[in-house]
């Protein structure tokens, strides 16, 4: 189900059946629940954009918190009781030690941030409550592509489509938010996991689902890259230099985010098996020449004025 307010139809892989209704739209959730019977719920809905949700956090809060209550509600009543939840890195705030732990402390420090950890509260409650049995799934920066699939965002704002876009000439600059973090050049520190890598984990977590509780994983691979390095290997993919500009910091940006994948890794056996991030890259490169204008909706050449 998608209302594809972000989505495309397009992307809906061969054999899905698509509903296109709003996770908040009840009657419209009620409907299909009553047509058939169904298993698990695997909810990835969301309004994601950080800086919107630091400037207009009021439908940040609509969307993601009460059109989640109103999806558990729904599925409440028609007796689903698995529930697999795409939740973020977003909850840790600045994190307090290297290495993220699902146990460490949660102090959101943007809004969406906060609705995701409102939603895993809520559905921590579900759980014992109701014998629902939940896996939360805390991702790091989600990336990457396939030959069929890739990352086709408007506005875009996730860092490797916005580089590829100054590769394939349609911006004139790609914009470094922040160059005086305590970090080693200067940028954010992000773990990077490729999408393959992410949609394995959520298989795992269907073929465990079995005892009432709920139980949190962080999707990453354990180790960072910088901005600046990031902007690096896209250039050493497309073969050229990439022309960026340091801006000031974006609020709700921590410094550093990186995943402890222990949890995942012993509890459900996950390995990251294409996230090395010259292969991340590579396969978003791959697609975006095979799809110049994505998914064909909603694009146009983002060239700035120069200055």
Known sequence: MDDLSAGYAAAVPQGARLHTADIGDRRAMRELFASEDFDVIFHFAAK????????????????????????????????????????????????????????????????????????????????????????AFRYFNACGGTSTVGEDHWPETHIIPLLLQVASGEREYFEVFGHDYSTPDGTCLRDYVHVLDIAEAHVRALQALARPGMTAYNIGTGTTFSVRQVCRVVERIVGARLHTRDSARRAGDPAVLCADPKRLMTLLGWQPRFSDIEQIVRSAWEWKEKHPVGYGARRAVLVPETD
């Open 48 to 135: 994601a954009l950080i800086p919107e949700s630091v400037s207009n956090p009021g439908i940040f809060f609509d969307s993601n918190v009460a059109s989640g209550i109103a999806l558990l509600e729904e599925a409440r009543a028609a007796g689903i009781r698995k529930f697999v939840f795409s939740s973020s890195a977003a909850v840790y705030g600045n994190p307090q030690s290297t290495l993220i732990a699902e146990d460490d402390p949660k102090n959101p420090v943007n809004p969406y941030g906060e609705t995701k950890l409102m939603l895993e509260r809520a559905l921590s409650w579900y759980a014992s409550a109701y014998d629902w049995t939940v896996v």
